[in-house]
């Protein structure tokens, strides 16, 4: 009778675990390679330019193996496609500039042509150094507040977002973080 009752309690848990889908799996929206194309693409907004290399030309096609490099050091965490206008967001977990294994948050917004190609990318937060588990939950919730369109209430937690602050914006020109005058 026991056993009886785990198995039917072990089913009943494993049914309601499949059916519950997480809305902000990037599985849901691309195959794993989009996810690749579209991960070393965002590293290329993200990420320093190469070596000898101007910022203005770091989206150019000759540095993809540079960035494609790279991307194998980020993950996207958490992606979410809008339905009102297509705006993707996402959550990626990223090494830092001078990496000794530390890493950073980032949240953002994006938009992609019919060739997954980025036409538009906005960084909305960066986080300060953090743990694993930090990025997981303190990233996690200001990813869901991002997508509610409520992130800017937040911004100004320091222990969980490093910029924007005071001083420092993104500039969606230049695709980097600059301080303001």
């Known amino acids: 009778m026991k056993m009886r009752f785990t198995l039917l309690l072990l089913s009943i848990v494993a049914l309601f675990s499949c059916s519950k889908k997480d ?63 297509s705006t993707l967001y996402f959550y990626i977990i990223r090494p830092t500039r001078y990496s000794n294994g530390e890493k950073r948050g980032v949240g953002g917004k994006l938009k992609l042509d019919e060739k997954l190609q980025i036409t538009q990318l906005e960084e909305i937060f960066v986080t300060p150094l953090l743990s694993d588990d930090e990025l997981m939950v303190k990233g996690n919730f ?40």
């Open 23 to 85: 809305p902000f799996d990037v599985n849901q929206y691309y195959s794993k390679p989009e996810q690749d194309t579209i991960l070393t693409q965002v590293v290329a907004h993200l990420l320093i330019v190469p070596e000898k290399v101007l910022a203005r030309e770091r989206l150019n096609k000759k540095y993809q193996s540079f960035y494609l490099n790279e991307a194998k050091n980020f993950s996207i965490n958490k992606y979410f496609i809008s339905e009102q206008d």
């Open 142 to 181: 200001l990813f869901s507040e991002l997508v509610k369109g409520n992130i800017d209430k937040f911004l100004k937690m320091k222990t969980y977002v490093e910029w924007p602050d005071e001083m420092t914006v993104y500039d969606t020109a230049l695709h980097e973080w600059v301080i303001q005058k």
